[in-house]
T-cell receptor, first 117, second 115 residues
Framework: AQKITQTQPGMFVQEKEAVTLDCTYD???????LFWYKQPSSGEMIFLIY??????QNATEGRYSLNFQKARKSANLVISASQLGDSAMYFC??????????????FGKGTTLSVSS | EPEVTQTPSHQVTQMGQEVILRCVPI?????FYWYRQILGQKVEFLVS????????KSEIFDDQFSVERPDGSNFTLKIRSTKLEDSAMYFCASSRERTGEGGYTFGSGTRLTVV
Protein backbone atom coordinates (compact mmCIF):
# COMPACT_ATOMS: atom_id res chain seq x y z
CA ALA A 1 0.00 0.00 0.00
CA GLN A 2 1.16 3.53 -0.71
CA LYS A 3 2.32 5.33 2.37
CA ILE A 4 1.84 8.77 0.83
CA THR A 5 -0.79 9.45 -1.80
CA GLN A 6 -1.03 12.61 -3.83
CA THR A 7 -4.00 12.18 -6.13
CA GLN A 8 -3.62 15.37 -8.16
CA PRO A 9 -0.93 15.02 -10.84
CA GLY A 10 -1.50 18.63 -11.91
CA MET A 11 -3.25 21.69 -10.54
CA PHE A 12 -3.88 25.05 -12.15
CA VAL A 13 -4.53 28.29 -10.32
CA GLN A 14 -4.62 31.97 -11.12
CA GLU A 15 -2.36 34.46 -9.44
CA LYS A 16 -3.61 35.73 -6.07
CA GLU A 17 -5.97 32.81 -5.62
CA ALA A 18 -5.59 30.14 -2.94
CA VAL A 19 -4.94 26.52 -3.86
CA THR A 20 -5.06 23.28 -1.91
CA LEU A 21 -2.78 20.38 -2.72
CA ASP A 22 -4.01 17.07 -1.38
CA CYS A 23 -2.02 14.50 0.55
CA THR A 24 -3.18 11.42 2.41
CA TYR A 25 -0.91 9.12 4.35
CA ASP A 26 -0.97 5.67 5.82
CA UNK A 27 0.79 4.70 9.02
CA UNK A 28 0.11 2.79 12.21
CA UNK A 29 2.92 4.59 14.00
CA UNK A 30 1.49 7.03 16.59
CA UNK A 31 4.51 9.31 16.23
CA UNK A 32 5.22 10.66 12.77
CA UNK A 33 5.98 13.85 10.94
CA LEU A 34 4.58 15.26 7.74
CA PHE A 35 6.51 17.53 5.39
CA TRP A 36 5.91 19.46 2.22
CA TYR A 37 8.67 20.23 -0.25
CA LYS A 38 8.71 22.40 -3.36
CA GLN A 39 10.77 21.40 -6.39
CA PRO A 40 11.08 24.12 -9.03
CA SER A 41 12.18 23.29 -12.56
CA SER A 42 15.79 23.93 -11.49
CA GLY A 43 15.57 20.71 -9.47
CA GLU A 44 16.39 21.62 -5.89
CA MET A 45 14.16 20.49 -3.02
CA ILE A 46 12.94 23.33 -0.84
CA PHE A 47 11.46 22.62 2.58
CA LEU A 48 8.14 24.41 3.10
CA ILE A 49 6.38 23.22 6.22
CA TYR A 50 6.31 20.53 8.91
CA UNK A 51 3.51 19.03 11.00
CA UNK A 52 4.11 16.63 13.87
CA UNK A 53 1.52 14.00 14.66
CA UNK A 54 1.09 15.32 18.20
CA UNK A 55 0.85 18.97 17.22
CA UNK A 56 -2.51 20.36 18.28
CA GLN A 57 -2.55 23.22 15.82
CA ASN A 58 -2.15 23.27 12.07
CA ALA A 59 1.29 24.42 10.99
CA THR A 60 1.67 27.72 9.16
CA GLU A 61 4.67 29.31 7.45
CA GLY A 62 3.92 32.57 5.72
CA ARG A 63 1.61 31.84 2.78
CA TYR A 64 1.76 28.11 3.43
CA SER A 65 -0.49 26.29 5.86
CA LEU A 66 -1.02 22.63 6.45
CA ASN A 67 -4.60 21.43 6.91
CA PHE A 68 -3.95 18.47 9.20
CA GLN A 69 -6.88 16.11 9.69
CA LYS A 70 -5.52 13.28 11.76
CA ALA A 71 -8.60 11.07 11.78
CA ARG A 72 -8.78 11.25 8.00
CA LYS A 73 -5.00 10.87 7.69
CA SER A 74 -4.77 13.87 5.46
CA ALA A 75 -2.22 16.67 5.39
CA ASN A 76 -3.21 19.07 2.64
CA LEU A 77 -1.04 22.04 1.77
CA VAL A 78 -2.81 25.35 1.33
CA ILE A 79 -1.02 28.11 -0.55
CA SER A 80 -2.72 31.46 -0.16
CA ALA A 81 -2.37 34.31 -2.64
CA SER A 82 -0.56 32.25 -5.30
CA GLN A 83 2.35 33.85 -7.12
CA LEU A 84 3.89 33.00 -10.49
CA GLY A 85 6.98 31.79 -8.63
CA ASP A 86 4.89 29.11 -6.92
CA SER A 87 4.78 27.14 -10.17
CA ALA A 88 6.66 23.95 -9.31
CA MET A 89 6.29 20.32 -8.31
CA TYR A 90 5.12 19.85 -4.71
CA PHE A 91 5.90 16.74 -2.72
CA CYS A 92 4.27 15.53 0.46
CA UNK A 93 6.48 13.33 2.63
CA UNK A 94 6.23 11.43 5.90
CA UNK A 95 8.73 10.38 8.51
CA UNK A 96 7.80 7.59 10.91
CA UNK A 97 9.32 7.34 14.37
CA UNK A 98 11.99 4.72 13.64
CA UNK A 99 14.88 4.17 16.01
CA UNK A 100 17.47 6.46 17.54
CA UNK A 101 19.49 6.93 14.43
CA UNK A 102 17.14 8.97 12.28
CA UNK A 103 14.50 7.92 9.85
CA UNK A 104 13.83 8.07 6.17
CA UNK A 105 11.40 10.38 4.46
CA UNK A 106 8.80 8.64 2.33
CA PHE A 107 7.64 10.79 -0.57
CA GLY A 108 4.49 10.94 -2.60
CA LYS A 109 4.56 11.15 -6.38
CA GLY A 110 4.07 14.89 -6.37
CA THR A 111 1.65 17.45 -7.75
CA THR A 112 2.64 19.91 -10.45
CA LEU A 113 1.24 23.35 -9.72
CA SER A 114 0.93 25.87 -12.53
CA VAL A 115 0.14 29.47 -11.64
CA SER A 116 -1.08 31.75 -14.43
CA SER A 117 -1.41 35.51 -14.58
CA GLU B 1 20.99 30.70 5.60
CA PRO B 2 23.04 27.50 6.05
CA GLU B 3 22.84 25.13 3.15
CA VAL B 4 23.81 21.65 2.05
CA THR B 5 26.35 21.81 -0.75
CA GLN B 6 26.63 19.10 -3.40
CA THR B 7 29.30 18.66 -6.04
CA PRO B 8 29.36 18.21 -8.93
CA SER B 9 26.02 19.53 -10.13
CA HIS B 10 26.21 17.31 -13.22
CA GLN B 11 28.23 14.21 -13.92
CA VAL B 12 28.33 12.06 -17.01
CA THR B 13 30.01 8.70 -16.69
CA GLN B 14 30.39 5.55 -18.72
CA MET B 15 28.63 2.38 -17.67
CA GLY B 16 30.84 0.32 -15.38
CA GLN B 17 32.80 3.29 -14.06
CA GLU B 18 32.95 4.33 -10.43
CA VAL B 19 31.52 7.67 -9.37
CA ILE B 20 31.75 9.59 -6.13
CA LEU B 21 29.14 12.17 -5.32
CA ARG B 22 30.11 14.68 -2.69
CA CYS B 23 28.12 16.58 -0.11
CA VAL B 24 28.90 19.02 2.66
CA PRO B 25 26.01 18.91 5.15
CA ILE B 26 25.13 21.77 7.46
CA UNK B 27 27.79 21.92 10.13
CA UNK B 28 25.67 21.38 13.26
CA UNK B 29 23.53 18.65 11.73
CA UNK B 30 23.98 15.11 12.96
CA UNK B 31 21.89 13.00 10.57
CA PHE B 32 22.77 12.61 6.92
CA TYR B 33 20.90 11.07 4.02
CA TRP B 34 21.09 10.26 0.35
CA TYR B 35 18.00 10.17 -1.83
CA ARG B 36 17.59 9.76 -5.55
CA GLN B 37 15.00 10.84 -8.07
CA ILE B 38 14.79 9.16 -11.44
CA LEU B 39 13.59 11.69 -14.01
CA GLY B 40 9.88 12.36 -13.63
CA GLN B 41 9.47 10.02 -10.70
CA LYS B 42 9.21 10.40 -6.96
CA VAL B 43 12.09 10.88 -4.59
CA GLU B 44 13.37 7.61 -3.11
CA PHE B 45 15.35 7.04 0.05
CA LEU B 46 18.73 5.37 -0.28
CA VAL B 47 20.55 5.53 3.04
CA SER B 48 20.79 7.37 6.33
CA UNK B 49 23.97 7.91 8.33
CA UNK B 50 24.44 8.82 11.98
CA UNK B 51 27.36 8.65 14.35
CA UNK B 52 29.67 7.51 11.56
CA UNK B 53 27.66 4.53 10.53
CA UNK B 54 24.76 3.56 8.34
CA UNK B 55 21.58 3.59 10.39
CA UNK B 56 19.09 2.63 7.72
CA LYS B 57 19.17 1.71 4.05
CA SER B 58 16.66 0.85 1.38
CA GLU B 59 16.68 -2.14 -0.93
CA ILE B 60 18.00 0.16 -3.65
CA PHE B 61 21.20 0.62 -1.64
CA ASP B 62 22.88 -2.63 -2.64
CA ASP B 63 26.54 -3.65 -2.62
CA GLN B 64 27.29 -1.27 -5.48
CA PHE B 65 26.70 1.68 -3.16
CA SER B 66 28.70 2.90 -0.20
CA VAL B 67 28.78 6.03 1.92
CA GLU B 68 31.54 7.63 3.89
CA ARG B 69 32.19 10.66 6.05
CA PRO B 70 35.94 10.80 5.59
CA ASP B 71 36.86 14.01 7.37
CA GLY B 72 34.02 15.24 9.57
CA SER B 73 32.64 17.63 6.98
CA ASN B 74 32.22 15.79 3.69
CA PHE B 75 29.67 13.05 3.17
CA THR B 76 30.12 10.96 0.03
CA LEU B 77 28.12 8.45 -1.95
CA LYS B 78 30.12 6.03 -4.09
CA ILE B 79 28.67 3.90 -6.83
CA ARG B 80 31.24 1.24 -7.69
CA SER B 81 30.18 0.12 -11.13
CA THR B 82 27.52 2.33 -12.59
CA LYS B 83 24.60 0.97 -14.59
CA LEU B 84 22.33 2.79 -17.02
CA GLU B 85 19.52 2.64 -14.46
CA ASP B 86 21.63 4.59 -11.96
CA SER B 87 20.96 7.71 -14.04
CA ALA B 88 19.06 10.01 -11.71
CA MET B 89 19.26 13.13 -9.60
CA TYR B 90 20.98 12.33 -6.31
CA PHE B 91 20.13 14.48 -3.32
CA CYS B 92 22.07 14.73 -0.11
CA ALA B 93 20.12 15.89 2.95
CA SER B 94 20.86 16.56 6.57
CA SER B 95 18.89 17.27 9.73
CA ARG B 96 19.70 18.48 13.21
CA GLU B 97 17.06 16.49 15.02
CA ARG B 98 16.27 12.83 14.67
CA THR B 99 12.66 13.73 14.02
CA GLY B 100 13.51 16.31 11.36
CA GLU B 101 11.21 18.88 12.94
CA GLY B 102 13.27 21.74 11.65
CA GLY B 103 13.05 20.20 8.21
CA TYR B 104 15.44 17.99 6.37
CA THR B 105 17.64 20.35 4.36
CA PHE B 106 18.36 19.09 0.88
CA GLY B 107 21.21 20.03 -1.36
CA SER B 108 20.65 21.13 -4.95
CA GLY B 109 21.39 17.66 -6.22
CA THR B 110 23.85 15.99 -8.56
CA ARG B 111 22.42 14.92 -11.88
CA LEU B 112 24.15 11.68 -12.79
CA THR B 113 23.95 10.45 -16.38
CA VAL B 114 25.31 7.00 -17.15
CA VAL B 115 25.98 6.39 -20.85
Amino acid sequence: AQKITQTQPGMFVQEKEAVTLDCTYDTSDPSYGLFWYKQPSSGEMIFLIYQGSYDQQNATEGRYSLNFQKARKSANLVISASQLGDSAMYFCAMRESGGEAGTALIFGKGTTLSVSS
Amino acid sequence: EPEVTQTPSHQVTQMGQEVILRCVPISNHLYFYWYRQILGQKVEFLVSFYNNEISEKSEIFDDQFSVERPDGSNFTLKIRSTKLEDSAMYFCASSRERTGEGGYTFGSGTRLTVV
